[in-house]
């Protein structure tokens, strides 16, 4: 059919020419059907991308083929597409936010249940930072699959694959807000 296909977990995406749409969706669904799974049409996006290839728009497409007028983003793995720019979800640069800054007032808690002044930074730096688990900070490695797994490691490995500016100035800044809520925790522990 002239398509492409892409599967992370249950996590779809096919990329097929505009006259298509309809034979794909039912090769699709005929296919999870056959291996047991269910085709969930109310969580089927649709999508037709117009305009010159640097500066294309993603348009909504209704199940009955209709385009609609506004453009949106199409969303997959935690990145948006816009047509022109890849950048990570919103909601998933908050949530890893939310649980740095969790992990911090944690360390924190733990510092001031010892009597230390200080937080333990290993673990914070091994999660969240481009550190990851470096060899020269945190000693022998393990395996090479296992390296540098966190989400910033993630991250950056979306932004060099698909040479994009705008998830590198997503996470640019984390090592200085890494930074900043270590030292204010630490403050509030010296006060």
Known sequence: MGATYHRYSDDILVISPAGSIVHVERAVAAELRRVGLTFQGE??????????????????????????????????????????????????????????????RGAEATARRTGSTRLRRRKLYRRFSHLGRSVRIFGPQPPRRARNRNFLHYAMMAARVSNSPEIRRQVGRQWARLESEIARAEQRLRA
């Open 43 to 104: 969580k089927t996006v649709r999508a037709a991308f117009r305009g010159v290839e640097e500066r294309q728009k993603a348009f909504r497409l209704t199940p009955t083929g209709t385009v609609e007028s506004r453009p949106f983003a199409l969303q997959y793995l935690g990145l948006i597409w816009d047509g022109s720019a890849l950048r990570l979800r919103s909601a998933t640069l908050a949530r890893f936010l939310r649980r740095m800054t969790q992990a911090i």
